[in-house]
């Protein structure tokens, strides 16, 4: 087997490995993003997009999954080893994608892949904000870390971690040990990542919870459909109208007889009758009122009530009498 000029043998291909379009390519290097202390203008904040986004991991330009976290520290720093884009974004772009019973899961390896894009996504629009701010120049590798790590849960499960968590739950502790060393205290990251497994661990908690109130739903509306439809709910369907039918009838029939007694000659009668009755009252209430007020204002009348209020005198004074000489 020969080697290649050098005498050095080829390194193995890795999943991480892509095959750019030579014309995407040659076009992507040609792209110049604006210089970090220039002044922010329309232009700029295209080019820096242009920049990014043709060596995220989904672009045709793009030589591996990673090379995105590469060109973005030859920009901003460059940080090498310590910083956020070498020792964190492209080290576990790799270990994720290069992970192969990860990778040989159909639900594992959409997720990682969904996530790289996602991340990548989400730290070119901030970079485009933060160059439009006029502050990008200004940036700090640990502001670029602490955005980065902010959103890393809503990356996760953007991606699809809970089809993960209720898909292929076996693969749970594999995913985990992939940043075991992030959780390990003092490492550097363990706060934050800690900080974020819970935010993640929330978020995909509160998505099953979703999706099963969804799924019983939908079966609950399965299960009325299929009873309706059965031949026992079309019975008791056609009984219910059947049922109501019959009370409308019913209604129908009662009122027809109301109106008819009403408009027989009976009916005319009694009302007529019921009429003649209110009419009377109306008269001997009437009667009696003026007769009460004649009474009142008469001679007699006036007399009576003088000889009512003199009683009530005297047999006041009379009580008032006895008191003071029991009290003597």
Same mark, same amino acid.
């Given at each position: *087997?020969?080697?290649?000029?050098?005498? &050095?043998p080829?390194?193995p291909?890795?999943?991480? +490995?892509?095959?750019?379009?030579p014309?995407?390519?040659?076009?992507?290097?040609?792209? #110049?993003p604006?210089?970090?202390? !220039?002044?922010?203008?329309?232009?700029?904040? @295209?080019?820096?997009? $242009?920049?990014?986004?043709?060596?995220?991991?989904?672009s045709?330009?793009? !030589?591996?999954?990673?090379?995105?976290?590469?060109?973005? +520290?030859?920009?901003?720093?460059p940080w090498?080893?310590?910083?956020?884009?070498i020792?964190?974004?492209?080290?576990?772009?790799?270990?994720?994608i290069?992970?192969?019973?990860? *990778?040989?899961?159909?639900?594992?390896?959409?997720?990682?892949?969904?996530?790289?894009?996602?991340?990548?996504?989400?730290?070119t629009?901030?970079?485009?904000?933060?160059?439009?701010?006029?502050?990008?120049?200004e940036?700090?590798?640990?502001?670029l870390?602490?955005? !980065?790590? =902010?959103?890393?849960?809503?990356?996760?499960?953007?991606?699809?971690? &809970? =089809?993960?968590?209720?898909?292929?739950?076996? *693969?749970?502790?594999t995913?985990?040990?992939?940043?075991?060393?992030?959780?390990?205290?003092?490492?550097?990251?363990?706060?934050?990542?800690?900080? @974020?497994?819970?935010?993640?661990?929330?978020?995909?908690?509160?998505?099953?919870?979703?999706?099963?109130?969804?799924?019983?739903?939908?079966?609950?509306? #399965?299960?009325?459909d299929?009873?309706?439809?059965? &031949?026992?709910g079309?019975?008791?369907?056609?009984g219910?109208?059947? !049922?109501?039918?019959?009370?409308?009838?019913?209604?129908?029939?009662?009122?027809?007889g109301? +109106?008819y007694?009403?408009?027989?000659?009976?009916?005319?009668?009694?009302?007529?009758?019921?009429?003649a009755?209110?009419?009377?009252?109306? +008269?001997?209430t009437?009667?009696?009122?003026e007769?009460? $007020?004649?009474?009142?204002n008469?001679?007699?009348?006036?007399?009576?009530? #003088?000889?009512?209020?003199?009683a009530?005198?005297?047999?006041?004074?009379g009580?008032?009498?006895?008191?003071?000489?029991?009290?003597?």
């Amino acid at each position: *087997m020969g080697f290649p000029p050098g005498g &050095t043998p080829a390194a193995p291909r890795e999943n991480t +490995d892509l095959t750019p379009d030579p014309v995407a390519r040659a076009r992507q290097q040609s792209i #110049q993003p604006p210089d970090l202390n !220039a002044p922010p203008t329309p232009e700029g904040a @295209q080019a820096l997009r $242009d920049f990014l986004e043709g060596y995220m991991s989904d672009s045709p330009a793009a !030589a591996t999954t990673y090379e995105f976290y590469e060109q973005l +520290d030859n920009y901003l720093g460059p940080w090498g080893e310590e910083g956020y884009p070498i020792a964190y974004g492209k080290e576990y772009n790799r270990a994720f994608i290069n992970h192969d019973t990860l *990778m040989e899961n159909d639900v594992t390896r959409g997720w990682i892949e969904n996530t790289g894009r996602i991340l990548q996504r989400e730290l070119t629009d901030f970079l485009v904000e933060r160059y439009e701010q006029g502050t990008l120049g200004e940036m700090s590798e640990a502001e670029l870390r602490e955005f !980065a790590f =902010d959103s890393h849960p809503s990356a996760y499960t953007e991606a699809g971690l &809970t =089809d993960v968590v209720l898909n292929a739950p076996e *693969m749970l502790p594999t995913i985990a040990m992939v940043p075991g060393a992030e959780f390990i205290p003092f490492s550097g990251n363990s706060a934050a990542s800690f900080e @974020q497994a819970i935010e993640t661990a929330g978020i995909v908690g509160y998505e099953i919870g979703e999706r099963g109130y969804a799924a019983a739903s939908e079966a609950i509306g #399965q299960g009325v459909d299929y009873v309706r439809n059965s &031949t026992v709910g079309q019975t008791v369907g056609r009984g219910i109208d059947a !049922a109501s039918e019959f009370a409308d009838d019913v209604v129908e029939t009662v009122s027809e007889g109301v +109106d008819y007694v009403r408009n027989s000659t009976v009916g005319r009668t009694v009302g007529r009758g019921i009429d003649a009755a209110s009419e009377f009252a109306d +008269d001997v209430t009437e009667t009696v009122s003026e007769g009460v $007020d004649y009474v009142r204002n008469s001679t007699v009348g006036r007399t009576v009530g #003088q000889g009512i209020n003199t009683a009530r005198e005297t047999v006041s004074e009379g009580w008032n009498s006895l008191v003071n000489w029991w009290n003597e």
